[in-house]
């Protein structure tokens, strides 16, 4: 659920302290740099999952995926789905 004005103004940050960017917007040069650093501490620091990142900062699972691999960072392993756990 959208608070109330979303959409408008500039972007706000998530609980990760992720900025969410606009759909369509280009991040180049040293904005894009910093938020590679952000996307890099929010997966290694608060341990969020590209899925968690991708919704707080509405970038493409494929973007947050190539942004960490470009930093260099050692993916995890997925997690395992409920479905295929022992019963």
């Given at each position: 659920?959208?608070?109330?004005?979303a959409g408008s103004g500039p972007p706000t940050e998530s609980h990760l302290g992720?900025?969410?960017?606009?759909k369509g917007k280009r991040l180049?040069?040293?904005a894009a740099?910093?938020?590679a650093r952000d996307v890099?501490?929010?997966y290694?620091?608060?341990?969020?999952?590209i899925r968690?990142?991708?919704s707080a900062t509405g970038r493409s699972h494929c973007t947050i995926h190539r942004?960490?691999?470009?930093?260099?960072?050692?993916?995890r392993r997925p997690a395992r789905r409920k479905s295929d756990e022992a019963v």
């Open positions: 659920m959208k608070s109330p004005g992720l900025p969410r960017i606009p180049t040069g040293l740099e910093a938020f890099e501490r929010a290694l620091v608060h341990r969020a999952t968690e990142i991708c942004i960490l691999k470009l930093c260099n960072v050692k993916m």
